[in-house]
Structures are given as C-alpha cells and as structure tokens.
C-alpha cells in the first residue's frame, strides 16, 4: 500500500540509507531533487562561459593550460548532474529545452561579468569555493546516484579553488597594479558568492523540506556563515581588504558577523535582469542551434546502421 511504501522511504530516510532511482520515492521528493540537480548541471554549463571568455588571453602557457582543464571539468560536472537527473525519469532535451527556454534557473553568480584577469582569480578562489561548501555536504546527500556524482566533482572543485587562489596570490604579492586588480576584483565578486547559498532561510521555500528529506544537510545560512568564516582567513594571507565594513568577529557567536545582502539585486538576477543574464542564454542557445547538423548526422548514421543490421 501506499503507507507502506511511504513508511519504508521514511525510514530509510532516517537512517541515513541513500533512495536509489528504481527506489518509490514520494512525487515531491522527485520533483525536487529533478529541479535541484538539474539547475545545478545547468550552472556547470553556463558556469563555463564567464572563464572561456579568458582562455584565449591567459598571461602564459601554464595559466592557459590550467584554465582550459578546469573550464572543462565543468563541462564533465554538468554532464554527470545531467545524468543523475536522468535516473528521476526527466531526459536531457527537457532540461535543456527548459534552460534554453528560460524555464530553469541556474546559478545568479554566472550572470556577472569577468572583467579582467584577475577575474579568474576571484572567480576560482570565492565561486568555486562557495561551491565547495554547498557541494561537500552534498557528498551525503540521500538521493544516491546525486551523492556519487558529488564525490569527484567535490575532488575537482577543490583544484578549481586551489588555482584561483594561487592566481590572487600572485597577483596581491605582485606590482600595485596587480594588487590593485586582485581587489578590484575581489571587490566585485565577494557579494555576489554570498548570493550564491540561496535567499535567507527564513525567505527559502525548499529549505525545510529538502533538510527533512536530507536532500540539504545544510541550510543556506549556515553553508553561508561558514564561507565568510574561512574566506576571511584567506584574504588575510591575501593581505587584500575585506569589503565589508559591517564585517566584524563576534565572540558569543564564535563567527563573524558581515553586513547586509543586497536581496533586491539577487533576486533581481535571478529573474533575468542581472549584467549577463541575456549574452549567457543567447550563448546556450546558439550552441545548441549550431549544433544541429551534429544531431542531424548522428540520428542518420543510427538510422542507417539499424537499416543495414535489418537487411
Ligand atoms: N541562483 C539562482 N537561483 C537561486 C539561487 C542562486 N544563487 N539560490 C536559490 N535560488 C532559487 C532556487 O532555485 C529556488 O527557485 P525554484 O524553487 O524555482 O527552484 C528559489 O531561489 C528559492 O531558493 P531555495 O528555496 O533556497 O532553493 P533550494 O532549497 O533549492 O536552495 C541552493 C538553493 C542552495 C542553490 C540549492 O538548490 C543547492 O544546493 N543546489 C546545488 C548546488 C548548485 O546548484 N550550485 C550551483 C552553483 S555552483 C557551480 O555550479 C560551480
């Protein structure tokens, strides 16, 4: 019966079991993890544009080759998220016609603008590394086949965030010009990755839920608290200047207390209106429209194979 099933789905929960995709699950815990996993393969996607934009204008050799293997493990998260999502019982061409239509969200961060080299930095040591903190959680998180795939991406991130940092610091510890660069950026991406984790618990609908399923170990609050409690470590060794003048330590907290989130502006972009928002989807669309004669090519060469195989 259904109780039964939901009883055994329920207890599986809570004992920490991962829901595996041949598994009853109820709608909602479907519907939700379909939405969650696919925006997050389709911010791995889109994710790619803003670092393609310096591949070919890296200052030397090694940056370059650094830059082109990271922005391509990307291409490899979003294709293992795509995959997950798949095991729910949504196929690709949906989700892709759901980004390309404008359908599916992916990540506000992806709709800024990188600037200068130093973005590169920026982008890798604070939006990879917010990624980091949202995504190790995920590691335990109980839809099974999303879990796994966290794993090597989790393993990947880390370099990604490791690069971007060492960009930064040879930019803070260069001439004041790079110096100047590195915070110039650091400045512009800092409160857009504080964006990243999500609107406020109190103001995000799927928190609840999604903790109660484990989808989430973490709230929003708490993954963001944690990604301002280290960074700011980093930037000391930076040495570049926080920007935040509300930041400040609290000892009763035992965390740092930082000043207010402009929510206007997030929720802004997440409804299409930030810097890029227009160029990113143009880009996705193109590609997909572009690469129609590859599809054309493919399905004929499966259409005449099978042909050959029935004669
Ligand atoms: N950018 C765009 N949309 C966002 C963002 C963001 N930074 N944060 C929240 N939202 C959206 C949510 O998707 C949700 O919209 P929906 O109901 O239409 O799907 C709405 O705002 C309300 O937010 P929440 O109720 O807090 O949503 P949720 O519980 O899904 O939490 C979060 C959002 C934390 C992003 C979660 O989905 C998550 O952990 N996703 C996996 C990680 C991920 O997607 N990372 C992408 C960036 S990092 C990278 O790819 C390199």
Redesign the pocket.
């Given at each position: 019966t259904q109780y039964s099933f939901q009883q055994h789905f329920d207890d599986k929960i809570d004992s920490d079991n991962t829901i595996e995709a041949k598994d009853w699950m109820p709608d909602d815990y479907r519907k939700?993890l379909i939405?969650?996993?696919s925006?997050?393969a389709h911010?791995?996607i889109v994710?790619m544009l803003p670092e393609g934009n310096w591949i070919s204008r890296a200052p030397t050799l090694r940056r370059k080759a650094v830059l082109m293997a990271k922005v391509q493990d990307?291409a490899g998260?979003g294709l293992y998220l795509y995959s997950a999502a798949e095991t729910l019982g949504i196929s690709r061409d949906e989700m892709y016609n759901q980004l390309h239509t404008g359908k599916a969200?992916?990540?506000?961060?992806f709709n800024y603008p990188t600037l200068t080299w130093a973005d590169m930095g920026a982008v890798g040591w604070l939006?990879?590394g917010?990624?980091i903190m949202?995504?190790v959680p995920?590691c335990r998180t109980s839809y099974g086949p999303y879990a796994r795939a966290m794993v090597r991406v989790c393993k990947e991130?880390s370099f990604h965030q490791r690069q971007g940092f060492e960009i930064m610091l040879t930019l803070a510890k260069g001439t004041d010009i790079q110096r100047k660069m590195a915070q110039d950026a650091f400045n512009r991406w800092w409160w857009p990755s504080l964006?990243?984790?999500?609107?406020p618990d109190a103001e995000?609908?799927?928190?609840a839920n999604?903790v109660r399923w484990r989808i989430?170990r973490l709230t929003?609050d708490e993954?963001r608290q944690k990604f301002v409690d280290v960074t700011v470590e980093q930037a000391k060794v930076l040495g570049l200047d926080m920007p935040d003048k509300d930041l400040k330590w609290n000892e009763e907290r035992g965390h740092y207390d930082f000043g207010a989130i402009n929510w206007p502006e997030?929720y802004n972009?997440?409804k299409g209106n930030g810097p890029c928002n227009k160029q990113r989807l143009e880009a996705r669309r193109s590609a997909w429209e572009k690469g129609q004669w590859v599809r054309d090519a493919a399905t004929a060469y499966a259409g005449k194979r099978a042909a050959r195989k029935a004669a």
């Open positions: 939700t939405r969650q996993i925006q997050h911010s791995e994710g990307e998260h969200k992916y990540s506000s961060i939006v990879d917010a990624a949202n995504q995920l991130e964006m990243m984790f999500g609107p995000s609908p799927n928190t999604s989430k929003n993954l997030f972009v997440v």
